[in-house]
């Protein structure tokens, strides 16, 4: 499976941002997704991540309340709505597809496939 992420860009703090992951090469209904960031110097955190049906979801404290996923079946696309951002929201966003786990998982080590990523940069 191929995961293209795109929707990144400049914005300043209080803005909003739409990123896109389009899912192609496998049945979309097979994964769990899940979008990460990583910052300049730090690790790979988790952002938020989605079941296969869209019902259910979790999120970092650090984005809940202000970052919503969702996915589209008719264009196999996984989004995060980032709303009210912050400067430390800065960083690369990497969307990832879990299949088999069945689970919800915050660990990135459980994913089998990853975007390029997209830079997101909030200023102050």
């Known amino acids: 499976v191929q995961l293209q992420a795109s929707g990144g860009g400049l914005v300043q703090a209080g803005g909003s941002l739409r990123l896109s992951c389009a899912v192609s090469?496998?049945?979309?209904?097979?994964?769990?997704m899940g979008w990460f960031r990583q910052a300049p110097g730090k690790e790979r955190g988790f952002v938020a991540a989605?079941?296969?049906?869209?019902?259910?979801?979790i999120y970092a404290d650090s984005v809940k309340g202000r970052f919503t996923i969702s996915r589209d079946y008719a264009k196999n696309t996984v989004d995060l709505r980032m709303n009210s951002l912050k400067p430390e929201d800065t960083a690369v966003y990497f969307c990832?597809?879990?299949?088999?786990?069945?689970?919800?998982?915050?660990?990135?080590?459980?994913?089998?496939?990853w975007g390029q990523g997209t830079l997101v940069t909030v200023s102050s």
């Open positions: 989605i079941n296969w049906s869209g019902g259910s979801s």
């Open positions: 090469g496998g049945t979309f209904s097979d994964y769990t």
């Open positions: 990832a597809a879990d299949r088999g786990s069945g689970y919800l998982s915050r660990n990135p080590s459980i994913y089998n496939y």
